[in-house]
C-alpha cells in the first residue's frame, strides 16, 4: 500500500507535454490513483477556468490551486483560500511598467478574471491560444473594485527586459514575490503567496500529514512545493536547481514522467 495519501502536480511542464496536451497515460494514470481515493491536486500558475479545463479534459475532479499558490479552490470551484495584493498595489506596479516598460504586456488576474488593456497583441493572443479563454478588454483601475483582490500580474515580454523590470521593482515592493516563471514571463503576487503554502493549507483542511504528500514540478517556482512534500519528485526535463530540489528524478514530460511515477507508486 503507498504511503501517500495526496498527490500535488504542477501543470506545464510537468502534468502536461511540451504542446500542452495531456496524455492518454497521465490521464489514466491519474484516474486510477483518483479511483483509490487519493486526490490528485492540479496546482498551477494558470487561472481557476484555465485549470478546470484541465481537470475536465484529463476526466477528474478533484480540489485545485491557481496562481501558483494564490488562490486555493475545492472540487466545485469554492475558495477556500485567497491571498493576493489590493488593488491600489497592483495599480501602481502596473503604471511602473507601463511607463518604464511600455513594450512590455501587462495583464492583472483577479479570481477568474483575466484583464488586458489591448486583447489583440501577440502576447495575448498567445496566452489565449494556452489557456482556451477570452481575457476582458479594459483597464484594471475601472473593471475591478477598489475591495477586489489581484491574485497575479502577469507581465509578458522579452527576457532582458523582464529582467530589468524585476529587479526595478523589487526594492520597491517588499511585499510581492516577484519572479519569471518562463523566460518571457514574469508574475507579481504577494510574497506570502507560494504553492508550499497552499498545499499546505489543502492538507490541514483534510487531514493529510506533510509526509503523506507526494509532489511533482519543474520549474522554479515548484522547488518551494517539492521541498514540502514528503516526496517531492522533479521532472527530467527541470533546470538542474530544481531537481537538487526534490526526492526524485522522474522521466521528462514528454516521456509521461508523471505518470510512470504514479503507477510504480500506487501500483496502478
Keep these: 500500500m503507498s504511503p501517500f495519501k495526496i498527490v500535488f502536480s504542477d501543470i506545464d511542464g510537468t502534468f502536461l507535454k511540451s504542446d500542452h496536451s495531456v496524455s492518454e497515460a497521465v490521464k489514466d494514470a491519474a484516474r486510477k490513483v483518483i479511483a483509490k481515493g487519493v486526490p490528485v491536486i492540479l496546482v498551477s500558475g494558470r487561472m481557476p477556468s484555465a485549470i478546470r479545463l484541465i481537470q475536465n479534459e484529463a ?81 484594471p483601475s475601472e473593471l475591478l473594485s477598489p475591495e477586489d483582490t489581484v491574485h497575479k500580474l502577469l507581465c509578458i515580454g522579452d527576457p532582458e527586459r523582464l529582467d530589468a523590470l524585476r529587479l526595478d521593482l523589487i526594492p520597491q515592493f517588499p511585499e510581492c514575490r516577484i519572479y519569471k516563471s518562463q523566460p518571457r514571463y514574469l508574475e507579481v503576487m504577494s ?5 508550499s503554502a497552499a498545499a499546505e493549507l489543502l492538507c490541514e483542511k483534510l487531514g493529510i500529514r506533510r509526509e503523506e504528500v507526494l509532489a511533482f514540478g519543474d520549474n522554479y517556482n515548484d522547488a518551494d512545493l517539492l521541498e514540502f512534500a514528503g516526496t517531492g519528485v522533479a521532472m527530467g526535463n527541470a533546470p538542474d536547481d530544481v531537481k537538487s530540489s526534490a526526492d526524485e528524478i522522474a522521466d521528462t514530460n514528454d516521456n509521461d514522467g508523471t505518470a510512470k511515477i504514479l503507477k510504480r507508486v500506487f501500483d496502478v
Excluded at 93 to 103: Q, T, V
Excluded at 191 to 195: F, S, Y
Design 59 to 139: 476526466g477528474f475532479k478533484a480540489p485545485f490551486i491557481s496562481y501558483s499558490g494564490a488562490l486555493t479552490s475545492d472540487a466545485d470551484g469554492k475558495t477556500l483560500g485567497s491571498i493576493g495584493l489590493n488593488r491600489e498595489t497592483a495599480l501602481k506596479i502596473k503604471r511602473y511598467a507601463e511607463r518604464f516598460y511600455p513594450d512590455i504586456e501587462c495583464c492583472t488576474y483577479s479570481e477568474d478574471r483575466w484583464i488586458t488593456d489591448d486583447d489583440t497583441t501577440p502576447a495575448v493572443n498567445a496566452e489565449r491560444k494556452i489557456i482556451k479563454k477570452d481575457p476582458e478588454k479594459g483597464k
Design 191 to 195: 510574497k506570502d503567496a507560494c504553492k
